[in-house]
């Protein structure tokens, strides 16, 4: 069965650094998802893309992130200047848009920023 | 807006005891309604969705419309179900909206 993949796993970063998280969605999919998960929080939706645009997205998602599908296959979440606040697991969802009751996570990306 | 409360931050039963987990929701049209189980730090596992009205590990969740609920249920706890778990809403297209999660701790 098709799964959502996310690379790196884990990601170590100094405060100030700039970091992309990578996620390759389901092939046929046309929704794209980032969603954090602070340390001992829930899980918070930070935006969605559709079409090539952002479609929606939290008051989380400010001028330090953006997201990007630069080619047919990845889908990417960058930071520019990491804060220790960032530390978080980052979960990439992807969704077909038709014909499918649910979102599709990735197993997740571990942000720890230092 | 799209709003969903699970009350107990922590709830401890005894191995063999019944299960139920609580989540309410607001949502204004028809929500799909999903519980998702989140082992020791790991990815987020869909446990079952409304829709498909399956049983998975043991557990079942009913929607009731009009308390507005989709609580989470097993007659005989198991050690193995400690984990969080999280009700979730989604109206399609949009974003899923998570609850605050529900530790689940087993005591043998």
């Known amino acids: 069965e098709p799964e959502v993949t996310q690379t790196p796993s884990h990601q170590v970063t100094q405060m100030g650094q700039e970091v992309i998280l990578r996620c390759v969605p389901i092939s046929n999919h046309l929704y794209f998802y980032w969603y954090r998960q602070i340390l001992g929080q829930k899980v918070e939706f930070l935006v969605s893309?559709?079409?090539?645009?952002?479609?929606?997205k939290s008051e989380i998602f400010d001028d330090q992130f953006s997201v990007e599908r630069p080619d047919g296959s990845n889908f990417t979440l960058k930071i520019r200047s990491t804060k220790l606040e960032d530390s978080a697991m980052y979960f990439c969802?992807?969704?077909?848009?038709?014909?499918?009751?649910?979102?599709?996570f990735g197993p997740g990306t571990r942000l720890t920023v230092t | 807006a799209q709003r969903v409360t699970q009350p107990e931050k922590l709830l401890s039963v005894f191995k063999g005891a019944p299960v139920e987990l609580k989540c309410n929701y607001s949502?204004?049209?028809?929500?799909?309604l999903f519980w998702y189980v989140q082992y020791s730090r790991q990815r987020l596992q869909l446990l079952l969705r409304?829709?498909s009205r399956e049983s998975i590990k043991g557990f079942t969740a009913d929607l009731n419309k009009g308390e507005t609920s989709f609580h989470l249920k097993k007659p005989f706890a198991q050690e193995e179900d400690s984990a969080m778990y999280y009700c979730a809403l989604w109206g399609g297209y949009q974003k899923v909206t998570f609850g605050t999660g529900t530790k689940l701790q087993v005591i043998p």
């Open positions: 893309f559709y079409n090539n645009e952002i479609s929606e």
């Open positions: 969802a992807s969704w077909p848009g038709t014909g499918a009751y649910e979102q599709y």
């Open positions: 409304h829709i």
């Open positions: 949502y204004s049209g028809s929500p799909e």
